[in-house]
């Protein structure tokens, strides 16, 4: 059982390049998210998902887009890379986080913008 | 809004007791989570509490006090292994969870 993949893990990108993040998950989770974390920062919320299809805006969801065509991926993508990207971005997902307050974090794609 | 307060640094002694408090300001809260992230790792589900008390797991306690706007997370007999940053977020139902801004624990010999 594989959990929460991301791919890359890490990644250079230059100023105004773009790229996906990719992000799956196999335990037929409906909820799905995308934090960024930043030294001294925490965790904050970019995008979520509640299932296929359905998608919303979190606390910092400005240079980013997501989509949701299957309840297994669900790929972030940076459309014009600025240097105040750089950051750790984390893929979640959750079946009952509503009733449980768990979320299953992937291990995290480490992106530096130049 | 929402915020949640946590110290941004604690120290203590192995095999000492740590307790690392959180107090939040939300709206329709339903509990209050508590997350352990190694230093280049991804966080991991410590606790939950969604009605006041304690909540044991193991060497870790979980409170929370709903009147209170204020839980607490309390590691026991704390080892080398337990140096992480713990993060306390509120469970608001089906909307995301959101996060403190974390406690960074250095355990020392």
């Known amino acids: 059982n594989a959990g929460v993949t991301q791919t890359p893990k890490f990644q250079v990108l230059k100023t105004g390049q773009s790229m996906t993040l990719q992000c799956a998950q196999d335990m037929n989770h409906e909820y799905m998210s995308w934090y960024r974390q930043d030294p001294g920062m925490g965790l904050r919320l970019i995008h979520y998902?509640?299932?296929?299809?359905?998608?919303d805006q979190g606390e910092v969801p400005n240079g980013y887009n997501v989509s949701r065509s299957t309840t297994e991926d669900f790929p972030l993508r940076l459309l014009s890379a600025a240097p105040s990207q750089t950051s750790v971005y984390f893929c979640a997902s959750s079946y009952s986080q509503g009733i449980t307050g768990e979320l299953f974090f992937g291990e995290g794609s480490r992106l530096t913008v130049l | 809004g929402q915020s949640l307060e946590q110290p941004s640094e604690v120290t203590a002694v192995e095999g000492a007791i740590v307790q690392i408090n959180c107090t939040y300001q939300?709206?329709?809260?339903?509990?209050l989570s508590w997350y352990q992230q190694h230093d280049g790792g991804a966080p991991t589900f410590l606790s939950y509490?969604?009605?006041?008390g304690l909540e044991e797991t193991g060497r870790f306690s979980s409170f929370l006090s709903r009147s209170d706007s204020y839980g607490y997370l309390l590691l026991q007999e704390l080892q080398m292994k337990d140096s992480a940053s713990y993060f306390c977020?509120?469970?608001?139902?089906?909307?995301?969870?959101?996060f403190g801004k974390g406690t960074r624990l250095s355990v020392i010999a």
């Open positions: 977020a509120v469970n608001r139902g089906n909307t995301p969870l959101v």
């Open positions: 998902s509640v299932g296929a299809g359905i998608t």
């Open positions: 509490n969604a009605l006041d």
């Open positions: 939300t709206s329709g809260f339903y509990g």
